[in-house]
T-cell receptor, first 111, second 114 residues
């Protein structure tokens, strides 16, 4: 299969702390790694993505790092806020046409 | 704004029925996807399509088929619905950028098979 392992499955942090979610994959051909956020009752939406020729990308409080050698990538959220509470999914693509997701992480930010 | 629309928000079908889930996108995207979402299992890819009449199996194609006769429409077919196909089904579409692109999701169809 096109396994993407995602950990942890649940994460609780105090408001203002950082949150880190990690994903691992097995095939060397994967070259696109997006992260999606799904709020309760809503559809998943892209929050950040990274391509295989880049090691790190940052957008305000969120950042993604990629280690192609070790085949893992991580989402970092700093200064967490209650509105960051959601389910986060990592994903990977091989080429332009497919998109496989991880199992999701439920993040709870405690005010 | 990109719009991906699924034909039904909620659907209840009987075991053995043939079920059609329809998805339409209005941004001329080449790629379209069908996922099912179950608690603890994330988004599992059933089928995807990168062009009209072209389709590829995802991780869990068993019990499903798809149809893409027009670029904007991608249909998921359950040939003979079973109770283990009770789930949330999500359709998505994206550009063919050559190196991966943002996927836009529909609102989902919650299917219950009784």
């Amino acid at each position: 299969g096109e396994n993407v392992e995602q950990h942890p499955s649940t994460l609780s942090v105090q408001e203002g702390d950082s949150a880190v979610i990690k994903c691992t994959y097995s095939d060397s051909a994967s070259n696109y790694f997006p992260w999606y956020k799904q709020e309760l009752g809503k559809r998943p939406q892209l929050i950040i993505d990274i391509r295989s020729n880049v090691g790190e990308k940052k957008d305000q409080r969120i950042a993604v790092t990629l280690n192609k050698t070790a085949k893992h990538f991580s989402l970092h959220i700093t200064e967490t806020q209650p509105e960051d509470s959601a389910v986060y999914f990592c994903a990977k693509a091989t080429g332009a046409n497919n998109l496989f997701f991880g199992t999701g992480t439920r993040l709870t930010v405690i005010p | 704004d990109v719009k991906v629309t699924q034909s039904s928000r909620y659907l209840v079908k009987r075991t053995g029925e043939k079920v059609f889930l329809e998805c339409v996108q209005d941004m001329d995207h080449e790629n379209m996807f069908w996922y099912r979402q179950d608690p603890g299992l994330g988004l599992r890819l059933i089928y995807f399509s990168y062009d009209v009449k072209m389709k590829e199996k995802g991780d869990i194609p068993e019990g499903y088929s798809v149809s893409r006769e027009k670029k904007e429409r991608f249909s998921l077919i359950l040939e003979s619905a079973s109770t283990n196909q009770t789930s949330m089904y999500l359709c998505a579409s994206s550009w063919d950028s050559g190196t991966g692109a943002e996927a836009f999701f529909g609102q989902g169809t919650r299917l219950t098979v009784v």
